[in-house]
């Protein structure tokens, strides 16, 4: 078949309206590409420019090439094998993979918890098996794209807050409770990726109670490093073991590879191990990851050496590129960004940072609202002092060859 021949199967219009499509995006300065790594992840990593600082990753606490994490995973891969070939029902679960949800629903302050390929498909795979046309689901106006998605499976009648608005939740519990809905749940991230905004989950929690509604966090941006003991959110805000189900990932702080879990009372996780779909069609997750997880949570729970780390770098880089002269999204959590609200700058200031030694990525619509265009700077327990006064300074030099920051 001649290249002619295969151009021309099928639809051509079809393919001719992608190429559009394509080329419009390119053209509008939004084209996302994707930069090669030569080497494991890491506060530096290898790249065909050289060494770069790396401030884009959800590796928040190192873990992701950790020479404990990496020994864990080398030894269930020789004592578990790659993969189970199938799903839990099917071909059965493994020991280690039980351990896994066992230590996770002990780390978070929950009954049970439930492992899935991916954190998207715990938020995918939440809603439809719980609520009904009946119900209510109460969300974030910001939430993740996962739980949208999830929420979109389900026939429970839906309700949207503005972000971080207490008094617009209150007005969405009231009306919840005034369509007669059986069972409501507020559902929201517990920290919001873009912004770095950390969930007012006491408030919410306090709210839920007052109209007898559900809670349901997704924490994957603060599992391991935000509360004194890293258990999230919850956590953080005062109210561990009060949230009724908790959907993360194993795929950021808790070793970056993939993986995702939710947690809550066991009714909630035994009825999703009969009904959620991407559980009961997707295989689990390779034993390599389950043991190296199992050895991130022995170490996040036998020191916080690592989320205090983390926590200093974000407050001096936090006041260090401000003195530098960028606008920030104000906050505390290691996800920094800055503001420079057009998209095709953006990109130029990503190009030039990765030019001059600093690998991050910058973000605009549809990721975030037009006009909102940031470069999103993440913090690790990695990163030392010095490299992150290096990387301020790059920030600097590039601020001022495109007129973002002064002289």
Sequence with gaps: MTQEDTQNHGAPQFYSHLRDELSAIEAAGLLKTERLIL??????????????????????LGLS??????????????????GLSSVRFICGTQDIHRQLEQRLSAFLGTEDCILYAAAFDANGGLFEPLLGEQDAIISDALNHASIIDGVRLCKAKRYRYAHNDMEDLERCLKQAKADNARFSMVFTDGVFSMDGTVAQLDVIRQLCDKYGALLGVDDCHATGFMGAKGRGTHEARGIFGKVDVITGTLGKALGGASGGFTAGRREV??????RSRPYLFSNTLMPAIVGASIAALDLLEASTELRDRLERNTVYFRKAITEAGFDIKPGTHPIVPLMVYDAVVAQKLSRRLYELGVYAVGFFYPVVPQGQARIRVQMSAVHDEATLQRAVGIFRQAGEELGLVKN
Aim: charged share 15%.
């Design 39 to 60: 080497g494991p992840q890491g506060g530096k990593i290898s790249t065909d420019n050289g060494e770069l600082i790396n401030l884009c990753a959800n590796n928040y």
């Design 65 to 82: 090439s950790h020479p404990t994490l990496i020994k864990a995973a080398h030894d269930a891969l020789d004592s578990h094998g790659f």
């Design 269 to 274: 996780i035994d009825l999703l191990r009969q």
